[in-house]
């Protein structure tokens, strides 16, 4: 049987489509969703939280009108690999959103893995960074039998985990590179699934399209 990220592949290759999205935070206090729908937007990637102690306020608002407004949405956790370890993080993800259900609607978690706020690879070896992302897919799988989405940049991937090829088999790549490319794939994933294209969308959060059709962006949310 074809895994879904096969699926996916030939999808893409058949159809050559994209399906617009946008992700959001609380730092976006005010959202037009149903404007966005209206536009054709049909996916949105919302903050649940981060480390091990934050929960983003506006997280149950934005996940209920993204709901209402009839969109396929999701859910994603900033990661903060110096401090506590992958597998409580995914823990606490799942236990404040970040969990999935075979609803049709509901896109797998999303691990936000970036520089921080010092822009380093938080203290960690590449080895060690490998290990500490390993650790947060196993427990999210585990709690939810889906593979995360892992969002990153080709840089720091490059960097902070030395390019590892360990996750492309299974959990779809989300790429952020602001431009009018996606330019260069990292860590053996042969695509993206999701491309994080501008931090500017006209009706709130950053901008991204989905790699495919409507269908296959409902299979990804099926499971």
Same mark, same amino acid.
């Given at each position: 049987m074809k895994s879904l990220l096969s699926l996916l592949i030939f999808g893409v290759g058949v159809v050559n489509a994209a399906v617009q999205g946008f992700d959001i935070s609380h730092y976006q206090s005010s959202v037009n969703f149903a404007?966005?729908?209206?536009?054709?937007?049909?996916?949105?990637?919302?903050?649940? =939280?981060?480390?091990?102690?934050?929960?983003?306020?506006?997280?149950?608002?934005?996940? =209920?009108?993204?709901?209402?407004?009839?969109?396929?949405?999701?859910?994603?956790?900033?990661?903060?690999?110096?401090?506590?370890?992958? =597998?409580?993080?995914?823990?606490?993800?799942?236990?404040?959103?970040?969990g999935w259900s075979a609803d049709g609607i509901t896109l797998p978690g999303m691990l936000d893995i970036e520089y921080g706020p010092d822009s380093s690879c938080y203290g960690l070896s590449t080895s060690a960074m490998v290990s500490w992302i390993s650790d947060f897919v196993s427990q999210y799988h585990s709690l939810t039998r889906r593979y995360p989405m892992i969002y990153s940049t080709n840089d720091w991937w490059t960097t902070c985990t030395g390019n590892s090829k360990a996750f492309s088999a299974n959990s779809p790549l989300v790429l952020a590179r602001y431009g009018s490319s996606v330019g260069a794939i990292p860590g053996g994933w042969g695509y993206q699934t999701i491309w994080q294209y501008s931090d500017s969308y006209a009706y709130g959060g950053d901008a991204d399209t989905f790699n495919g059709s409507l269908d296959n962006l409902k299979k990804l949310a099926t499971g």
């Open positions: 404007a966005a729908y209206s536009s054709g937007a049909r996916f949105v990637i919302i903050k649940a =939280t981060e480390g091990n102690t934050y929960q983003d306020p506006s997280f149950s608002s934005h996940y =209920t009108s993204a709901t209402s407004a009839g969109f396929i949405r999701g859910a994603y956790h900033f990661a903060r690999p110096d401090g506590a370890s992958g =597998t409580t993080q995914a823990s606490y993800f799942v236990s404040h959103g970040g």
